[in-house]
């Protein structure tokens, strides 16, 4: 059974940087994508960054410039460096491959 765990969420200050983990255990197949999401409460999860079997990534708007995902060379685990970070960055981060989900991860932004 494939399971993802998260990790190096916490707090940091407007313009500060984060970086954070999804480690997989168990196995799946290498050709699905790798992504994270986000979601503050009252409103839907919404899609962050995604990373493809073949290393092409695809951000959201919001983020675009600002975040950066990679993976390492197992593919196995992925990251997500938030950089030049603001308070509407303040989610729950939650990694994804399939129909697989993470637990979350909480970040907040804030003075």
């Known amino acids: 059974q494939v399971q993802l765990v998260e990790s190096g969420g916490g707090s940091v200050q407007p313009g500060g940087s984060l970086k954070l983990s999804c480690v997989q255990s168990?196995?799946?197949?290498?050709?699905?994508?790798m992504g994270w999401y986000r979601q503050v409460p009252g409103k839907q999860r919404e899609f962050v960054a995604r990373?493809?079997?073949?290393?092409?990534?695809t951000y959201a708007a919001s983020v675009r410039g600002r975040f950066t995902i990679s993976t390492n060379t197992a593919r196995n685990t992925w990251y997500l460096q938030m950089n030049d970070v603001n308070p509407e960055d303040t989610a729950v981060y939650f990694c994804?491959?399939?129909?697989?989900w993470g637990q979350g991860t909480q970040v907040t932004v804030s003075s």
């Open positions: 990373i493809k079997p073949d290393d092409t990534t």
């Open positions: 994804q491959r399939f129909n697989v």
């Open positions: 168990g196995i799946m197949s290498a050709n699905y994508a």
